[in-house]
């Protein structure tokens, strides 16, 4: 079990690893520095000689830069907490904020394990290596000529190696493809799998939590009387005052405290004074919420 969770854990991380690029061919998208928002708190705008812009990702530490060559629009994630999640995750803001419109929808690029995709006619594909895709030449001919309103964003070691990369690299032959897709769908499964052994283990872990409070008999006697139970199931969505209670149960305030006060004493609720308040609050403790569902159950 142990060594399941590990390898999960260790080919989930070797798929986070590295850059990952969005590629917009020429007439895939459109990009505008002018609908760029104000510079927030901790996240500015870095301008290169050559053009690009880069700024700190909101989703995590990593970070965003755009840029163009004269075929394509590039849009990349790079740091410590990259990924595609967060390249897709940036490519919604840049599109919410008006600064992006691409025709490709950026939710369909979490299908994808590969690190580098790009956007052929609205649907991502991925690229065949690590520096670049060579345009398919259909594409090239259908694609509409017109300007992005972009900045490069890559270095120039780096655009050396694409450009090296498409004048070498072919388009694969069939087997190939076939064997990257089912190493993607491989991927794609450990990922789920990783996921769905995390989601099990916090529930045995809050399970095992509840588990340790020890409701008596006399505990669930006492919520035997309908005004309590309604008061815990009010109480597990918010704290509340008396008044509060009152108008909600449609039962007096006299009623309501006589109520609070015996859930107190029972420990299922706390009574929320601070010094200088006029309202006195009070909130589900913790085992008043287990209470509440073995009551439920």
Known sequence: MRNSVAVALILL???????????????????????????????GYVYSPE??????????????????????????????????????????????????SASCPALQMLSFSQQHLICIEGKWQACPGAFGCELPSAAQKQAPVQPFRVLPLLSE?????????????????????????????????????????????????????????????????????????????????????????????SKSKATIVEHLEALVEAGLVEKMEQQGKKFVFYRLTRKGRVALLKRAG
């Open 13 to 43: 991380a070797s798929m986070l690893a590295g850059e990952h690029i969005a590629q917009f061919p020429l007439g895939s998208a459109n990009f505008s520095s002018a609908a760029l928002p104000a510079s927030e708190a901790g996240i």
């Open 51 to 100: 053009g690009s812009i880069s700024f700190r990702g909101h989703y995590g530490d990593y970070i965003v830069t755009i840029s163009r060559t004269e075929k394509s629009l590039f849009v990349s994630v790079a740091g410590k907490e990259e990924g595609m999640n967060a390249l897709a995750s940036e490519i919604r803001l840049l599109e919410g904020s008006g600064v992006l």
């Open 157 to 249: 070691e780096t655009q050396a190696k694409r450009d090296a990369f498409e004048k070498t690299a072919g388009a694969g032959s069939g087997q190939e493809k076939v064997q990257e897709a089912e190493e993607g769908w491989l991927r794609l499964a450990v990922v789920f799998g990783a996921i769905i052994l995390m989601a099990a283990a916090a529930y045995l872990f809050l399970h095992q939590r509840q588990a340790q409070v020890e409701i008596d008999s006399q505990t669930l006697k006492l919520l035997e009387n309908q005004t309590r139970i309604g008061i815990l199931r009010e109480l597990s969505e918010a704290d509340r005052i008396p008044t509060d209670l009152s108008i909600k149960l």
